[in-house]
């Protein structure tokens, strides 16, 4: 199957309800959960957009979104589609790789994100692009694709905020921590308020304004779970490579 070709609907539940019944017993067993503000899920397309602490947290969106009738396509890496048996079942289940690198590939991956939209389904952008590298695990500042696809499409950004995954898997770690029984917690807030930035010519300083909002209100979301104050200055990926 081509990597961007979009699986069909039936393909994309039948691979979704495989997978659920692995990962929700596993994730019911080692987390309690709580998920507030469900009430701000669009009934038609949309782009979500979460913080990334550790590598499982797309299983914990993933959760969230499934639990209430909702197909989550995440835009993943590209290089996760190479991977025997993986990347097979990523295709079956109706994900997006993205090549980093741009060119062809990644406007194609739009593409089939756009229909995904258009067919009334949620992508999951982290705009991040990784695991934060914040010391204090705060989110960085993001990249614009979110911002790109949601002017592309006129779909709504809905942000979300979620605590706890990375006590369960540390980022990095090879093995799980799941005594005493961790607890993660989502919140959702309502859709980013983008209409002044729309129907004008796109251009960088636009889709950065955008990002930097959608990064905004995720974080804000993070400070009331975390009952915490976030940083005044965004920590940034040029940062980040100097300290890794």
Known sequence: MNATRPAGPLSVRLGMDALALVVRPTLNVLMNRTWEGLEHLPRGGFIMCPNHLT???PFLIGHML????????????????????LGAWLRWAGQIPVDRRGGATALESLAVARRVLDRGGAIIVYPEGTLTRDPALWP??????????????????????????HELLPQYARRVRPFPRKTSRASIGPAVDLDDLRGRGIDRAMLETATDRIQDETTALLGILRGATPPAVRF?????????
């Open 66 to 85: 499934y639990s209430n009738g909702i197909i989550p396509h995440f835009l993943a890496k590209h290089s996760l589609f190479q991977i025997p048996v």
């Open 236 to 244: 940034e990926m040029a940062t980040a490579r100097s300290l890794y």
């Open 55 to 57: 590598e499982i947290d």
């Open 140 to 165: 960085m500042r993001g990249r614009t694709g979110a911002a790109r696809l949601a002017f592309d499409t006129q779909a709504p950004v809905i942000p979300v905020a979620h605590w706890g995954a």
